[in-house]
């Protein structure tokens, strides 16, 4: 089974930007989708960003316009670009892939805080 590693968190102002990595440890070919999840404190873990393979990028409203996730199969590694963070996209991050109808498990997240 693919192992998937996320990278890239860290403490950022508001306004500022972080660019996630989802590293795998294998081909992400096998992967019909990738998807971005979110989980802030007391709170469900929502799907922020998803990527088919040759296919359109989708994004949560909450997201539209200033996150851009994207895949580089080369490199078996995808991405999440955040810009103009607010406080409100506090949370750890997580990586996941599907092929067919069957999720992949989870990664262990990275944290990102977006604090003055």
């Known amino acids: 089974q693919v192992q998937l590693v996320e990278s890239g968190g860290g403490l950022v102002q508001p306004g500022g930007s972080l660019r996630l990595s989802c590293a795998a440890s294998?081909?992400?070919?096998?992967?019909?989708?990738m998807y971005w999840y979110r989980q802030a404190p007391g709170k469900q873990r929502e799907m922020v960003a998803s990527?088919?393979?040759?296919?359109?990028?989708y994004y949560a409203d909450s997201v539209k316009g200033r996150f851009t996730i994207s895949r580089d199969n080369a490199k078996n590694t995808v991405y999440l670009q955040m810009n103009s963070l607010k406080p409100e996209d506090t949370a750890v991050y997580y990586c996941r892939g599907r092929t067919g109808s069957a999720f992949g498990s989870w990664g262990q997240g990275t944290q990102v805080t977006v604090s003055s």
């Open positions: 990527i088919p393979s040759g296919g359109t990028p």
């Open positions: 294998g081909s992400i070919f096998s992967f019909d989708a």
